[in-house]
């Protein structure tokens, strides 16, 4: 059974940093497309962020150059670095597995994804 375990949301003020973390078990770890997604009030959930099997991401426009994401596949732990936070970055954010058992291209469409995290809060004040 997959699960994943979102952490490490909280509240900044606007520039500052968080780093979110998705702890995953049940499957191959290094299987899969990873990906980051958030969701706020009113507004349909979107892709931020997404890594291949090996390494290869891709990133939202509004999110370069801001945010790092990451594998570990020793420690089956995903990682979102989030710098120079703005207040429209806030949102639930969730964990996200699925696609290809060798991920080669990294996505950020929902359909790709057949497993979820419970999301993490993150909250940016101006």
């Known amino acids: 059974q997959v699960q994943l375990v979102e952490s490490g949301g909280g509240s900044v003020q606007a520039g500052g940093s968080l780093r979110l973390s998705c702890a995953a078990s049940?499957?191959?770890?290094?299987?899969?497309?990873m990906g980051w997604f958030r969701q706020a009030p009113g507004k349909e959930r979107e892709g931020v962020a997404s890594?291949?099997?090996?390494?290869?991401?891709i990133y939202a426009d509004s999110v370069k150059g801001r945010f790092t994401i990451s594998r570990d596949n020793g420690k089956n732990t995903l990682y979102l670095q989030m710098n120079s936070l703005k207040p429209e970055d806030t949102a639930m954010y969730y964990c996200?597995?699925?696609?290809?058992?060798?991920?080669?291209?990294?996505?950020?469409?929902?359909?790709?994804?057949?497993?979820w995290g419970q999301g993490t809060q993150v909250t940016v004040s101006s």
């Open positions: 996200a597995a699925g696609g290809p058992s060798v991920c080669l291209t990294p996505r950020l469409n929902l359909a790709t994804y057949n497993y």
């Open positions: 049940g499957y191959r770890y290094s299987s899969y497309c």
């Open positions: 890594i291949g099997s090996y390494g290869s991401r």
